[in-house]
């Protein structure tokens, strides 16, 4: 027990000696930049912000208390400064994306998950097609028929009935939580477009799924998965391997499903805690969707002529991002130039979306839920010039060539459009 204490003692000794040799050595002069309580000497910090799942409420805290660039971990620099987002984001620019990302890939990585230029590219040309406007809108009925499942088990719910006798989520004096049902629509439309059957947790009121399917049957419809290059063809003579469409399966499940039940939560959340623009909102698609054919489901093409329901999205991704932490970088190469300051290579660094929307030098009244920023010649708000501008900003930063998007316009990028893979924007 005694040489168990010994041995501990020395491990930890050693431990500290090392990190206070590193944090003094300071080989890639990061001491310069202030640290939020013991950030700069070890990772712990954003490690048990991260755990805690408050990591962009911890860096945006430190963030408000040491300025617009902050050590938030011995190796991450993180930047709160708005000319930092293109920067470390934007086309063209020479940093990648982080080591992070290999880790969650466990050495099998997809496209949004490789780190390298050259591996994205090649990853991106077998899926490019498969986001093309042609099949995406193809989906929509599909997706449609989600949709209306999910207005039906709303109904059955708001009445407090139960969906079936699996379903486990009780309705408590008249309420129940909106959220588990907006995720298991999320799971059975993204399995309705990708993998052809769904999952029907919106049948069975739970998302509880066997892990695999031992009938072995054939698909039964074409989806956006049978698009893929798995055998050689004419066009395509080397197939994608196995290995490499199980990545691309394990990505589209978890970038497309949580993503978009988070956003759908933020959005209803908001229009819940403002009446006054849940009813503008109801009252424009009453007026844009009179016939009874586009209610209460329409298609994407008459949603369009709703600006508000747009502006309700927009603004709900500015005030409640659902990917609200700084997606992690890294400098390579010579270093990067970021926000006026020099980084040398081999350097972590990301700018999060959460402190950028809230910066009232950007935005006005920043935590104010206001999709009328959104319209151009809105009675209800005038938004000034240079709001006007960053809003445009904000738009074209993270949605290039946003007129052509269909699937999911997340505020934050259309897969088929976005330059976001290793190191690009997003
Ligand atoms: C509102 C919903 C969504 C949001 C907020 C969202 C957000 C994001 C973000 C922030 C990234 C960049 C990630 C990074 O750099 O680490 C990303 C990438 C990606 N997302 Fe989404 N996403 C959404 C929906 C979807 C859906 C529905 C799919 C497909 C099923 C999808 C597939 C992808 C893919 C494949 C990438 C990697 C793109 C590339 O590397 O070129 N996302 N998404």
Known sequence: MFDLVVYCGFAFLALSCYTLGRYFHDRRQL???????????????????SWRGKRFAAVDKAHEALGPVVRIAPNHVSFSDPSA????????????????????????????????????ARKRKNLAHIFSAKEITAMEPRVMGIVQKLCRDIKIKSEGRMIAPTDFHQVKDGSFDLRPWLNMFSYDAITAMFWSNTYAFLDKGNDICPSYDSSGADQAKPDLFSNLPYRPTEKRPVPMPVHEIV??????????????????????????????????????LLATLPEKEHQ???????????????????????CKPPVAFGLPRRTVGNGAMIAGHFIPADVTVSCPLYSLHRNPSLFEDPLAFLPERWLPDDEDYAPSDEERQNLKILLSAVQPRREGMYWPQSGVHGTEYCDCGAGGGV
């Not at 310069?32 to 912000?49: A, K, Q």
């Not at 589209?252 to 503008?280: F, I, R, V």
Request: proline content about 6%; some cysteine; overall charge neutral.
């Open 31 to 49: 001491r310069r930049f202030p640290s939020f309580s013991v950030s700069g000497i070890t990772p712990l910090w954003l490690m048990y912000h």
């Open 247 to 284: 990545a691309e399966c394990t990505t589209m499940m978890d970038a497309g499903n949580d993503t978009t039940q988070t956003s759908l939560t933020n959005c209803m959340y908001q229009l819940a805690a403002n009446p006054a623009k849940q009813t503008k909102l109801r009252n424009q």
């Open 296 to 318: 209460p489901i329409a298609h994407y093409a008459e949603l369009q002529k709703a600006p508000y329901l747009r502006a309700c999205l927009d603004e709900s991704f500015r």
């Open 85 to 120: 987002y293109k920067d470390i984001y934007g086309h063209g620019s020479p940093i990648l994306k982080d080591d992070f990302y290999a880790h969650i890939a466990a050495g099998n990585p997809s496209m949004a998950q490789t780190t390298s230029k050259a591996d994205h």
